[in-house]
């Protein structure tokens, strides 16, 4: 499985941004798909998931300011951020992990989200 992110960039404070992540390869393998993020300093942490079902699971941190969505005929996976903040800084990383006798968890390359003034 490989994953694209695309859709950093700079916004201002209560901006938004839409972040997209493209899966290819053993795509049918797939069974959650979603965002993580690492600030400088911190720990990489989730920041939101979404399985085959369609449920969704969301850091407490963003609940209300982002949403998670996929296309499945695009194998891609959204993150629709809104009232973007200061601490929302962070590398966001897009991740898809397979279960199964064989589970694995696989990272696309980080793309640079800043909130800044």
């Known amino acids: 499985v490989q994953l694209q992110a695309s859709g950093g960039g700079l916004v201002q404070p209560g901006g938004s941004l839409r972040l997209s992540c493209a899966a290819s390869?053993?795509?049918?393998?797939?069974?959650?798909m979603g965002w993580y993020r690492q600030a400088p300093g911190k720990q990489r942490e989730l920041v939101a998931v979404?399985?085959?079902?369609?449920?969704?699971k969301y850091a407490d941190s963003v609940k209300g300011r982002f949403t998670i969505s996929r296309d499945n005929f695009k194998n891609t996976v959204y993150l629709q951020m809104n009232s973007l903040k200061p601490e929302d800084t962070a590398v966001y990383y897009c991740?898809?992990?397979?279960?199964?006798?064989?589970?694995?968890?696989?990272w696309g390359q980080g793309t640079q989200v800043t909130v800044s003034s």
């Open positions: 991740n898809a992990k397979t279960y199964g006798s064989l589970p694995a968890t696989y």
């Open positions: 390869g053993r795509i049918s393998s797939i069974n959650v």
């Open positions: 979404i399985n085959n079902g369609g449920s969704t």
